[in-house]
């Protein structure tokens, strides 16, 4: 009995230290992707909203910005977000999880850093940065920290997923879809229209689709690369928001959902609130 309470006493021991070593190590590497961000800013244009630049817009573009902004108010210069949801772990079946996550985003040059925390037992979570850097992408999973599970990185496939959900996020910080901000934006109907962003060597181009009274209802790619079976692959990919609420004078949506459009039907694999925005403007 007593050799059966001293390993019991070693394992907690040493998952504890596992959980301190990996907590100490995951936030090291936090420090280094949100000091990228920082190092990577570019001066914005301007720093007023001028609705003299909807003019030629697409109408349902036009709409969307009335309905969320003000004239003058100043241009957002980076976003501080916190959510709580659940994640689906599975590619093939339900296997939702809960998480909580921190988030940074700066909108020139665009970037941002979501630190993920998914706990798949209590006590344990894996740890996940979902990233856009400097033009490169990341996407790194790691079992309490410690233990690498995922690690890619890259300018080419993986940035240019990490572009889009950049793009596709706006609606959390949405001046960075105006003119000025480099989105060039093209009509499709009376409820919708593509938005292209271009950074460095990537372009990036989503479908938005407007509420009657302006705001955004969904965003949808042709195709963004996921993983499957430990390969990238590429499939249509879709986001709802709703529950609109104003805060420092700019409407965003408070809940979102994330899907995959599969040939099986729509996968959804991302459920979140917000729990807290704050807003950095221009001076």
Known sequence: MLQVVLVIVALAAAFIAAR???????????????????????????????FDELVGL?????????????????????????????????????????????????IRRPGFDWDGRIQMFPGVAVHVHDAYVAGEGVLHASLLGAVTLANLRGSGEIAQGELMRFLAEAAWYPTALLPSHGVRWSAIDDRSAFATLVDDALSVTLRFTFLPDGPIDTVDAAARARMAGGTLVHAPWHGRFWNYEEHDGIRVPMDGEVSWLLPAGAKPYWRGHITEIAFTVAP
């Open 20 to 50: 301190a070593y990996g907590q100490v190590r995951w936030a090291a590497g936090t420090q280094t992707l949100r000091a990228g961000l920082n190092a990577a800013r570019t001066p914005l244009g301007s720093r007023r909203v001028d």
């Open 58 to 106: 697409p109408a349902p573009v036009q709409r969307f910005f009335r309905s969320v902004l003000s004239e003058s108010q100043p241009l957002i210069t980076r976003v501080h977000v916190r959510h709580r949801g659940t994640f689906n772990m599975s590619e093939t079946t339900e296997q939702w999880k809960t998480f909580t996550s921190d988030q940074q985003v700066v």
